[in-house]
């Protein structure tokens, strides 16, 4: 391979040539996704929005693009003694497909508690799936041990040149696809993704801006390049588990520092309101990380010169999540609204309550009494109630309007 700057433990970097050549080596094996314009979210930005949908790549996610490629040059001697690698879910189908492909024994470490589809997904391709650990930066240790007992080769997940370079295939399709592209987002976990996707976009382009986007509860990029070097964050905590590692890898950091604009950060309300989003909108099924960079542009629309490209990194997401992601996704846009009322200890107290809701529109859901408590007049009940509304307006004229009524409303 063909490098640019060497860092510390980094032998090479990842150049457009390593980059066009990982192409060819991946054809026949990664598809060129699908870029679809979003209108919604391009009235929403001011400007055309294209969505990169790595959620229809083969294992769900743009793994199998690094994956493939750093296995398919393993030596025979190699191959013959295994991999190993540590994922929440989606590097590991992408190196249990791989594995089958070339026909090498695989061995995967997940945390506790990976997506349940994410693991029979993985059995199915054939690898051996162990549980250790709460995450991935858990789970990665014992991987690493693994390989050092058995001397299987470890796939790490993002920090190793070829992972990178495979990667950045889909910034190639990028570029292609949508050649006027002025912002370029992507969900970002240790970094092999952004890495990849920045180095081929800025060798060819270098004035579009290149912006990676974390969980706020696992953003490790954000410290580690104010620190400039990998640091370790402290424990996590998100539902975006495909974007959940806790330190940056040595390779892809040192491409991001060269090569990446911004790291943005993006809440767990966030990525509901726009997994929820993508699957209104676009009718576009997408995991929690892969909803990331969608999140960022809801968060700031008019921060972002358009045209602008956000890539959904993955739709692995097990139906229980989406279940309760859609509900938090919901409450996110006020589509369900919480709320306390006072109303009268006496027959119809509670019948007026809910006539006043219905000539407003709002479908209760859920109602709950309370009688007892240090806070409420002897004559009085408080009602906990859970109601549907239309979104943010609708809520407000709900809250409004009992409030005109002369109730004491708490949110």
């Avoid at 059995?123 to 995450?135: E, K, L």
């Avoid at 690493?144 to 299987?152: D, I, L, P, Q």
């Amino acid at each position: 391979m063909s490098s640019t700057r060497a860092g510390p433990g980094i032998d090479s970097l990842p150049v457009l040539a390593d980059i066009e050549a990982a192409r060819e080596a991946l054809r026949g094996v990664a598809i060129r996704t699908p870029m679809e314009e979003s209108r919604w979210l391009s009235s929403i930005c001011g400007g055309p929005v294209l969505l990169k949908c790595e959620n229809l790549q083969r294992t769900g996610s743009f793994k199998i693009r690094g994956a493939y490629l750093r296995m398919s040059r393993l030596s025979a001697a190699e191959r013959a003694r295994g991999v190993v690698a540590a994922s929440a879910g989606n590097h590991a189908q992408g190196v249990a497909l791989a594995a089958q492909m070339l026909d090498i024994k695989a061995t995967v470490f997940m945390p506790e508690g990976a997506p349940i589809p994410k693991e029979k997904a993985t059995r199915a391709y054939g690898a051996d799936v162990r549980f250790f650990g709460s995450s991935i930066d858990h789970a990665l240790p014992e991987a690493v041990r693994f390989a050092a007992e058995t001397g299987a080769v470890l796939i790490h997940p993002f920090d190793h040149a070829d992972i990178i370079t495979g990667q950045g295939t889909c910034g190639l399709e990028i570029l292609e696809q949508a050649p006027d592209a002025q912002t370029v987002l992507v969900p970002t976990g240790g970094g092999g993704f952004l890495a990849g996707i920045a180095t081929a976009i800025k060798s060819q382009r270098p004035e579009v801006r290149v912006v990676g986007v974390q969980a706020k509860g696992a953003a490790a990029y954000v410290e580690s390049l104010a620190q400039g070097q990998p640091v370790p964050i402290g424990p996590m905590a998100t539902m975006a588990d495909g974007i959940a590692v806790g330190c940056p890898g040595l390779v892809p950091f040192a491409a991001v520092e060269e090569h990446v604009d911004d790291i943005l950060t993006v809440s767990e309300e966030s990525m509901s309101r726009a997994l929820l989003m993508l699957l209104e909108r676009a009718k576009v099924v997408v995991e929690p990380a892969g909803a990331a960079a969608v999140a960022a542009m809801l968060d700031n629309p008019s921060s972002f010169q358009t045209p602008a490209v956000a890539v959904l990194s993955g739709g692995n997401i097990d139906p229980l999540l989406l279940m309760k992601v859609i509900r938090h996704g919901l409450a996110a846009q006020s589509r369900y609204l919480f709320f306390r009322v006072r109303i009268p200890d006496l027959p119809g107290g509670l019948a007026r309550l809910l006539s006043e809701l219905a000539d407003v529109e709002a479908n209760v859901l859920d109602v709950v009494h309370e009688r007892t408590s240090a806070h409420l007049h002897l004559d009085e009940v408080e009602v906990a109630l859970q109601v549907e509304t239309r979104g943010v307006d609708h809520a407000d004229r709900v809250l409004a309007r009992l409030r005109e009524c002369g109730y004491h409303v708490s949110e």
